[in-house]
């Protein structure tokens, strides 16, 4: 079978232009094209400004393409999609909901009748460690707590993709490296389709059955790597290492060849 067939989300030259506040037209994401399978997880790494941002808000629907189409279980995707679910680096937390509250919003949202909503919201805390927290406001919580509570509200409603920018950038070392194998058991045990923008390439590695490294003016992918190691990747290994020096050494030569192009420009 074809990618053409078998891809969940599938980008066709897709192309996006920012008017600057100097008026000048900007290209953030350059024709590009790409195919993600279903249950597959993807990170998307790069260089500030090199598109990121731009590309995963496009796949979740917040943005329209200039030009080029993304296409997701075979729709043109438009609009943002209910099955679709985007958790942000800030939680998004509703303060005055308790956190079994605001897991339950979602599936109130979609009028899941109330003992059943009930029934999935403690699931879906219990899956991610934090039942005990139930009855607790968002400002009683550590940030970790919080981001595991915007992982379960999501995962409530039972998307098909989670979109996730940059979620764990505002967490201490330790907290990260624990969510990050939160949020890979859950993924083997849901196996949604997982978009994830990094900064860190090590998360990146450590995440993704592939990294994707985008380069900056325009904004295109310059490499994709597959991340060909068995779960669970230990930081400390030789092949997480070779997989490691490969990507630093293309991000690196990204990085210089994108300073060099701004230093050009100026
Ligand atoms: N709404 C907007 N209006 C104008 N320009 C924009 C807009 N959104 C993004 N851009 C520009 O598009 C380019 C890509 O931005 P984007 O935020 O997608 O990059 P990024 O890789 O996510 O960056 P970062 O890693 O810093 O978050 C940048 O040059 C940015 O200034």
């Not at 998307?44 to 189409?69: H, R, Y």
């Not at 909503?117 to 899956?127: N, S």
């Not at 050494?249 to 990085?255: A, G, M, R, S």
Request: aromatic letters at 6%; charged letters at 25%; a negative charge.
């Amino acid at each position: 079978m074809s990618s053409e067939t078998t891809a969940k989300i599938r980008l066709r030259e897709v192309e996006k232009r920012f008017v600057s506040a100097r008026g000048e037209d900007q290209i953030a994401v350059a024709r590009l094209d790409l195919d993600i399978r279903a249950g597959e997880f993807v990170c998307l790494v790069g260089p500030s400004g090199c598109g990121k941002t731009t590309l995963i808000n496009l796949m979740a629907g917040f943005e329209k393409p200039t030009t080029g189409e993304v296409i997701i279980d075979g729709k043109v995707a438009t609009a943002p999609d209910p099955d679709h679910i985007m958790i942000f680096q800030d939680y998004g937390l509703y303060p005055w909901r308790t956190v079994l509250g605001n897991v339950l919003f979602g599936l109130q949202a979609r009028k899941v009748p109330a003992a059943e909503a009930r029934e999935k919201a403690l699931a879906t805390l219990e899956l991610v460690g934090l039942s005990h927290a139930k009855d607790k406001h968002p400002h009683e919580l550590s940030g970790g707590m919080k981001q595991r509570v915007s992982i379960a509200r999501a995962l409530a409603v039972e998307p098909s993709v989670l979109f996730m920018d940059e979620p764990f950038a505002a967490l201490d070392a330790f907290t990260r490296l624990h969510l990050q194998d939160e949020l890979l058991r859950i993924w083997n045990e849901k196996k949604p389709t997982v978009v994830f923008v990094t900064h860190d390439l090590d998360e990146a590695i450590t995440l993704g059955e592939r990294v994707v490294l985008m380069a900056p003016r325009p904004g295109r992918i310059q490499r994709i790597l597959d991340v060909k190691l068995a779960h669970p990747r230990e930081r400390t290994d030789h092949d997480f290492a070779v997989f490691r020096k490969q990507l630093f050494e293309e991000f690196h030569l990204v990085h210089r060849q994108a300073a060099e192009a701004a230093e050009y420009a100026i």
